[in-house]
């Protein structure tokens, strides 16, 4: 071999050899394996939201206040109810004239609107658990003689259309009777006494106590007759048989009474505890 091919031959081999060492140094570890992508946590359903009929002109239960806002007893009630059981709701001034259909077909998906359970409504819709006791009471003039019920049977009354006042005072004048004046609210109605236009008001006795109290220039007075008026209970109205959501609101229901809640928004509302739960009252209409 010639001195030009042996240098030749060194530099070539010189060259590959630098060549494996650069191949070695520049040769990577195997890639880690990629672990899988965890699947993303299913989002909790969202909350349903039921909307509810009221009849926003029966203080202290359910009415508008100087903004427009239904505010009341009633509505403290649900708000609180709802957040036990798991939902939300929406209040819909609805008048009392149309409040039942408005139930019936599926424009409100509950009511409560100072509703007493009674059979007859029993027939065409669904009751929660009794939140209220209620009685019929009479609101007079201070000077009036009206000592019972019995004495309003050839008075001017004045009533709440559809109501159970309007009951009590239709069969005791019977249904053709002249002297009963119906209107679309019992604040109406007592505006009514205040004019002169009737002698009497029935009406439930939360109300009168309530607008008596704060119209103290009325000069009305209030006559119970137990003997009378049977008691009644109010009741959270919704589709027949809507089970999934009765059962949810007697859910929040039970929860607001064992917990202090609705003890507090009793008091809140009526100044006083509330009474001991009566056994629900017979169903009858009255």
Known sequence: ?????????????????????????SKQEPAAPVEAASAPASEPAPVKVYTVGTDAAYAPFEYQNEKGEIVGFSVDLLNAVAEKGGFQVKFINTPWEGIFNALTQGDRDLLISSITITDERKQTMDFSDPYFDAIQLIAVKADSKVAKFEDLKKLKVGVQTGTTGDEVVTKLQGKTSTLIKRFESTPLALKELEAGGVDAVVADNGVVIHYVANNPDAKFKTVADTKSFAPEQYGIAVKKGNAELLALINKGLAAVKADGTYAAIYKKTFGTEPPAAAAPASAASN
């Open 1 to 25: 071999m010639s001195s030009m091919s042996t240098r030749h031959f060194l530099k070539l081999a010189s060259t590959l050899a630098v060549g494996l060492v650069l191949a070695a140094c």
